[in-house]
């Protein structure tokens, strides 16, 4: 009877702690970026000096689906059309600490919690069959990151890296111009050589410098549950 009563009170405890989660009343605590915690099990691939693949990313992504992916997610349009949500992830230490390891430079945290608010910093967000693509740099970042998040992904529906054949670059020079291109503009994609590709793998991050030329592979489905769903987070060093 008293086994009973303490399998009883566990499961409730579970319950109730997932319910807490499922409210974000833990706020900016630390208990509140548990469910973001990354696999100790990762399986990284440097496929660049500034490319880095990382399988197995996160510890409980299935977990991380079930609480976000039934959020309301609101459009954006910046080169591209997403819808998003914003789980407002500031003070991110493991993931920003895993980060200085991997690339081998300090992140500003100060900057880090700026563009959770303005610059898609680890926002959550879906693309359809109908998005169009832009072929882009993310000029007001170092880095950027894109977890692929979709349980039943199309594979070759992931993000490629391009050298721009006129000039050469592979990274954006400021003072030159490119055929670039924002969705609803006309691609030009007879000016580029897609150079890298990674695809779509579930709970696969691929993260990168950021003034790379790169674009997504374009999306999927006709919903969120469907989709080409995502997590991007950008940010700089220091």
Known sequence: MKLSINIIFTILCIILFIALLKK????????????????????????????????????????????YKNRFYNQRKALYSTKYYNPELIKFKELIEFLESLILKQISYSQWNDHVFTNSNGFFQYILKDNQVSL????????????????????????????????????????????????????????WQKIYSVNNYFNRAVIFNSQRFHCSDGGYGDNKYNSRFFQTYFFNTI
């Open 24 to 67: 974000d009343i833990f706020g900016s605590t630390t208990w509140r970026y548990r469910i973001f915690d990354l696999n100790s099990k990762k399986k990284i691939t440097k496929i660049a000096n500034d490319i880095w693949v990382v399988d197995n990313f996160y510890l409980r992504p299935d977990l991380i689906i079930e609480f």
């Open 136 to 191: 882009h740099t993310d000029t007001a970042t170092n880095y950027g990151i894109v977890v692929y998040l979709d349980k039943n992904p199309i594979l070759n529906k992931g993000t490629s890296f391009y050298k721009h054949k006129k000039s050469g670059d592979e990274i954006r020079n400021i003072k030159k111009e490119y055929e670039v291109w924002e969705e609803g503009e006309n691609p030009q994609f007879d000016k």
